[in-house]
């Protein structure tokens, strides 16, 4: 199926590469499932395939509903991909009924989307919320520390703090599911513990595997006996936080 975030205004257009597209990965069923969208890595300068169709293909082997969204990337600036996003949420939650999608158990993999609703469609889809149920997240970068941020940002230093979402967690912050390697070259493993820090000084809930060695950008970590069982853990963490 195919799914259109926006009808004619694109909000935060920069002219290029500014359509998101949305795949669906749906499991037959007569009641509604949680829904995963999953956000491919990439530094917003590409979408790596290793993180998007085959960790869709994962959750909908578990019994859930996914979706993978190619965000806007560069020349588009923040706040672009974070409103494709919450855009995705909203339309989840307006489409529930028909997706058969448990509008209360939407979750975010590989980006965080705990920023206040900025994504303005001027669709009936402004009514639903763009806060996600939970957020999972594998090496993820948290603050305008790496060179990534400050080029979603264009180099702005006044976004440096809005970007940094380890000072920005608050009570309200979903859950969050956090994965990441001891040794991670790329994003260093102090991302992932300030975030936790940030979380647990804040009293949200969640939960973090460290894992000794792995290099950057693992996906599922399918060659990986120890890295591999991320997947396995965050399916057993959403059953114990949003169901028993």
Known sequence: MKIEL????????????????????LTPTWHKLPAIIVLPGGGYAEHAAHEAEPVAEYYRSKGLHAFVLK???????YPSALCDVQALIKYLRANADDLKIDADKIFVVGFSAVSEDICQTDTQIDIFSCKPSGVLLGYPVINAEHCCVRENCGKNETLYEELSIDKRIECNTPKMFIWHTSDDNIVDVSHSLKLAAALRKNGVNFEMHIFPSGEHGLGLALLKKD?????????????????V
């Open 6 to 25: 926006y009808k004619e205004n694109i909000p935060y257009s920069m002219g290029e590469n500014d359509i998101p597209e949305v795949f669906s990965f």
């Open 227 to 243: 890295i591999c069982k991320w997947a396995e853990l965050s399916v057993e963490w959403i059953i114990k936080e949003f169901y």
């Open 71 to 77: 965000y806007r990337l560069l020349p588009n600036l």
